[in-house]
């Protein structure tokens, strides 16, 4: 357990990394998001062939709507990034939600408590109000910092953003748990798939986003 908390940590701090490479270099954010957007889709696919072993038109149309989900998600990333001020909303919406993931897993390790849902064993109520509680600080205190205006409706949109990673979160966790696989991959050591880690983030960054624009 030790082992695999390291592992995870090691491989958090390079991701965070790697998530301020892309917003300070416009080419790398290119190359990073062809990365995760094959990967994902390979995962995707290996979750759906277990799931609809026999069901090739199944297997086609959930296949043919992930695809086309995750061009659409990578390719709004990117133009939405072009423009500087969507770029800096952008990337405070997709921060909310690693954040989200943070508070998750953190409160949930410390408190512990009854478990949120069947659909994944390990989320708790206790790392669910984590989730909301920190991300909505978290996103209050940075627009703060970029505006200097205190605005709580903040508060709302970062507890909608926290919301919807965690609807996608149990979304991909249902998907996992049909098709008898932990994890979507091994490619993030002590975290699993690409889709392991991005799972909240495809449904919180296009509705956080949103959200934004509907109070602003």
Same mark, same amino acid.
């Given at each position: 357990m030790l082992k695999n908390i390291q592992k995870r940590i090691y491989t958090s701090i390079v991701l965070f990394l790697l998530l301020f490479l892309m917003i *300070? /270099?416009?080419? *790398?954010?290119? $190359?990073? @998001?062809?990365?995760?957007?094959? $990967?994902?889709?390979?995962?995707?696919?290996?979750?759906?062939? #277990?799931?609809?072993?026999?069901? #090739?038109?199944?297997q086609f149309f959930y296949n043919? $709507?992930?695809?086309?989900?995750?061009?659409?998600?990578?390719?709004?990333? @990117?133009?939405?990034?072009?423009?500087?001020?969507?770029?800096?909303? !952008?990337?405070?919406?997709?921060?909310?939600c690693v954040t989200s993931d943070i508070g998750g897993f953190v409160f949930g390790k410390i408190f512990k408590g009854p478990k949120l849902t069947k659909i994944s064993p390990n989320?708790?109520?206790?790392? *669910? !109000?984590?989730?909301?509680?920190?991300?909505?600080?978290?996103?209050?205190?940075?627009?703060f910092y970029l505006t200097k205006n205190f605005d709580p409706y903040i508060i709302i &949109?970062?507890?909608?953003?926290?919301?919807?990673?965690?609807?996608?979160?149990? $979304?991909?966790?249902?998907?996992?748990?049909k098709s008898f696989l932990k994890d979507s991959g091994n490619f993030l050591p002590g975290h699993g798939g690409i889709? /392991?880690? &991005? /799972?909240?983030?495809? @449904?919180?960054?296009?509705?956080?986003?949103l959200t934004f624009l509907i109070f602003y």
């Amino acid at each position: 357990m030790l082992k695999n908390i390291q592992k995870r940590i090691y491989t958090s701090i390079v991701l965070f990394l790697l998530l301020f490479l892309m917003i *300070a /270099d416009n080419h *790398a954010m290119v $190359f990073f @998001l062809m990365i995760i957007g094959i $990967f994902s889709v390979l995962e995707f696919f290996k979750i759906i062939l #277990k799931i609809y072993k026999k069901n #090739k038109i199944k297997q086609f149309f959930y296949n043919i $709507f992930f695809i086309i989900y995750i061009f659409s998600f990578c390719t709004y990333f @990117l133009i939405l990034s072009s423009f500087s001020h969507l770029k800096i909303l !952008i990337f405070v919406v997709l921060l909310t939600c690693v954040t989200s993931d943070i508070g998750g897993f953190v409160f949930g390790k410390i408190f512990k408590g009854p478990k949120l849902t069947k659909i994944s064993p390990n989320k708790t109520i206790s790392g *669910a !109000i984590g989730s909301l509680v920190l991300s909505s600080l978290f996103i209050l205190m940075l627009i703060f910092y970029l505006t200097k205006n205190f605005d709580p409706y903040i508060i709302i &949109i970062g507890s909608i953003t926290s919301i919807s990673c965690q609807i996608g979160d149990l $979304f991909f966790s249902l998907l996992k748990r049909k098709s008898f696989l932990k994890d979507s991959g091994n490619f993030l050591p002590g975290h699993g798939g690409i889709l /392991d880690r &991005i /799972d909240g983030i495809l @449904l919180g960054v296009p509705v956080g986003f949103l959200t934004f624009l509907i109070f602003y």
